[in-house]
């Protein structure tokens, strides 16, 4: 064997026996994980046919998975490179994809106005997450982690509704969240309906995230971002950190992160033609899938 493949982060099993495989061989070993924009329907819709399942990203690195922040991996050398520059009309194409994806990426979702808080009160998003999901730990976080970001977001914005977005795993009832048991009072108020996550981001202008790809989102949606784990985000000068990274060491802007990791690290797929496409041809591909 030259080379194993191994997908996602899961300890035990297959995954053991894949390494047990590759360090007998000498064999190279690739982790493999999904990329930010997946598929028509969440993967926790069990009752969506697979079509609708199947995804049209997917990353590979030979160091380690793009949200571990504990260690280096492809994407940070990639971000860390002086060599690699991005030119002016990259950075013009991939502000024109961001502003195709804020459009296009949850408009299966609902884009009611929400109606949370209170009438004429400044609103800040807080993202809530998986409880127990690998980013977490790999993000340098834990349950103190979400703790000090609520508690940060209500100090610091004593004039605002805080808004606590509940994650969609947790809406399906599949998984709990870091604040599931919280209690909603004075200026905290929960967000537990699937809305369209830019519904929320039109209400809001500060969003607390930890280690949740919203953060990125968010700074696509011209948001300020605090962050309180290491995403691969976390440490350009795109985004507020309340941790520090020694390893990453270049400024970013924010198309050149974009760039970077959607067009240079991540590879896009056609599901149902099994061919390698575009951007612009995958987020087609899902649209057309939604139409159904």
């Known amino acids: 064997v030259d080379c194993v493949y191994i997908w996602g982060n899961e300890e035990g099993g297959f995954r053991d026996w894949a390494q047990e495989i590759a360090a007998r061989d000498g064999a190279e070993i690739v982790l493999c994980e999904d990329g930010f924009i997946k598929s028509a329907d969440t993967w926790a819709n069990s009752a969506a046919f697979l079509r609708y399942r199947r995804g049209c990203s997917v990353i590979y690195d030979t160091k380690g998975f793009y949200f571990d922040g504990t260690r280096t991996n492809q994407l940070e050398e990639m971000l860390n490179d002086p060599a690699l520059e991005v030119s002016d009309a990259e950075r013009a194409e991939a502000r024109r994809l961001m502003d195709r994806i804020l ?48 508690a940060d977001a209500v100090r610091e ?42 519904v929320l981001m039109a209400s809001v202008d500060t969003v607390y995230v930890c280690t949740t790809q919203l953060g990125f989102e968010a700074l696509m949606a ?30 970013r802007t924010l198309e050149e992160l974009f760039h970077i990791f959607y067009l240079r690290y991540t590879h896009w797929v056609d599901p149902v033609r099994q061919r390698p496409c ?14 159904e």
């Not at 609902?110 to 409880?131: A, C, F, I, M, N």
């Not at 805080?162 to 048991?181: A, E, H």
């Open 222 to 251: 011209g948001k300020r971002v605090k962050v309180y784990g290491l995403p691969f985000y976390a440490g350009w000068g795109v985004t507020e950190d309340a941790q520090t990274c020694p390893r990453r060491t270049r400024k």
């Open 103 to 150: 459009v296009t990426k949850y408009n299966h979702q609902s884009r009611e106005p929400l109606q949370v808080g209170r009438d004429g009160r400044r609103k800040v998003l807080v993202v809530d997450q998986s409880y127990g999901d690998a980013s977490i730990a790999l993000g340098c976080a834990d349950e103190r982690t979400f703790e000090r970001m609520l």
């Open 157 to 198: 914005n004593p004039d605002a509704d805080i808004l606590v977005k509940t994650p969609p795993d947790t809406m399906t009832g599949k998984r709990k969240g870091y604040y599931s048991q919280l209690k909603e009072g004075g200026n905290v108020f929960k967000v537990t309906a699937p809305v369209n996550p830019y």
């Open 278 to 291: 575009t951007l612009d041809e995958a987020i087609d591909r899902i649209l057309s899938l939604r139409s």
